[in-house]
């Protein structure tokens, strides 16, 4: 199976981009790509710009190096309650290209935050619209208070979270297998 993966952050300490890592060592027997949403800049999207500059090559890019993949894993990073605005620019960019930008691929969408709610506004507003632009959504798994929850060494360090997180990756080979 390869397995693209990426955190919906630009943060070079990115923790979305730690529980994406993290991750795909669970999926060892795959091959596994993190891209990093800072190789895909983009200028900030507005109608005006698209009919000046057309599309930028990092946009069509970004969609282009997820499509080889057998499943996508996303984290989602929350800023004020949704996506950061790096991440919404960025699809903003995509959905114009190719509005079907996960191309009906499998997805396993994941969030995490600093606060006690794991990013979970960001990880259900993509819930929501992800499906809209191709992805199907297998499971969902959000990490409460990253700060206290993850160890850079040893993964997630409460046990009932990291058996959460253990069964989905579980559920998720199942259903792309
Ligand atoms: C501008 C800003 C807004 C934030 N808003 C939220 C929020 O609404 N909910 C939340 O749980 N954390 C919020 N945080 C804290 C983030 O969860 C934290 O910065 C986290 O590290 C972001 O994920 P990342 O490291 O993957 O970029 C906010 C942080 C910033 C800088």
């Not at 992805?135 to 959460?164: C, K, M, Q, Y």
Request: aromatic residues 10%; contains cysteine.
């Amino acid at each position: 199976m390869n397995i693209i993966a990426f955190a919906a952050s630009t943060s070079k300490a990115s923790i979305n981009k730690q529980l994406v890592a993290h991750t795909l060592t669970h999926f060892s027997e795959s091959e596994t790509t993190l891209l990093d949403l800072n190789n895909y800049e983009v200028p900030l999207f507005s109608v005006d710009l698209e009919k000046e500059i057309g599309h930028p090559e990092a946009a069509a890019r970004f969609i282009a190096d997820l499509s080889p993949a057998d499943l996508i894993i996303v984290s989602m990073a929350e800023h004020n309650g949704n996506y950061t605005a790096a991440f919404k620019n960025l699809f903003d960019w995509c959905s114009r290209i190719e509005p079907k930008i996960f191309k009906d691929k499998p997805l396993f969408l994941m969030s995490t935050s600093t606060g006690g709610y794991g990013g979970k506004n960001a990880l259900g507003a993509a819930e929501t619209r992800f499906p809209r632009h191709g992805a199907e959504i297998l499971e969902t798994f959000s990490l409460p208070s990253f700060g206290t929850n993850f160890n850079a060494e040893t993964g997630i360090t409460d046990e009932s979270l990291r058996n959460e997180l253990m069964s989905k990756v579980e559920a998720v080979k199942l259903k792309v297998n």
